[in-house]
């Protein structure tokens, strides 16, 4: 069995590494980028939120120098969030695997998890929300772990449990809203709620779960 996982602050507290790669790009450009609102609203692929900065044109060449600078600027800042490690501990405890799908691209992703120590067995990067989807359904994946309102959609493409973590830029009441299927304030509860968790009795990956409309606004 497999237990899917949302990277950038589910696991991964990346808000001052990725910081520092926007506030590097604004000094080379001189564009203006309101750090704190990007780091503020992580979740959705670097494309979409550069599009907020500059001209379409500009967008692919600022995409390659972020990505140039990420392994230097923002992977040493990066740190575990809180329960991050014990969450990853109590899935293998438990005889299952862990997969961690994010929109981050792979060899970010793969880097930040080593200088982690967080080990998984799978990775799939560059997927965003319900494209997410297809990598959890393909590896039988019967939750997914997010802080994202995309996370919730992409369990629900997955036919998953959709447990959401209220440690990104969404509240507990938004993720319940939108249509997580359980929120923790953190990680740090994520063992004793896996150790109560009913495999059985909740959704399988194949069986259609009842669409819930997006939320406006990040």
Avoid at 86 to 103: D, H, P, Q
Wanted: proline share 6%; aromatic share 8%; net charge negative.
């Amino acid at each position: 069995m497999m237990v899917g996982f949302d990277l950038d602050l589910t696991l991964a507290d990346t808000r001052g590494g990725i910081g520092s790669v926007y506030s590097a790009l604004a000094a080379e450009t001189g564009v203006f980028i309101d750090v704190p609102l990007v780091v503020g609203r992580l979740g959705p692929p670097l494309e979409m939120e550069l599009a907020n900065w500059f001209p379409e044109d500009r967008v692919p060449e600022m995409v390659r120098r972020f990505r140039r600078l990420y392994p230097e600027l923002a992977i040493p800042a990066t740190v575990l969030m809180s329960g991050a490690a014990e969450a990853v501990a109590a899935v293998r405890a438990a005889g299952e695997r862990v997969m961690v799908v994010t929109a981050k691209n792979e060899p970010h992703a793969r880097a930040t998890l080593a200088f982690l120590g967080l080990e998984v067995d799978l990775l799939a990067g560059g997927l965003w929300s319900s494209a997410k989807g297809a990598a959890l359904r393909e590896h039988g994946a019967h939750t997914y772990v997010g802080d994202h309102t995309g996370d919730v959609d992409a369990a629900r493409a997955a036919g998953a449990f959709s447990l959401a973590v209220a440690t990104g830029g969404f509240s507990a009441a938004d993720l319940l809203g939108y249509g997580a299927d359980h929120v923790l304030d953190d990680l740090g509860a994520f063992p004793q709620w896996l150790d109560g968790f009913d495999r059985v009795c909740q959704t399988r990956p194949g069986e259609e779960r009842e669409e819930v409309p997006p939320i406006e606004g990040r």
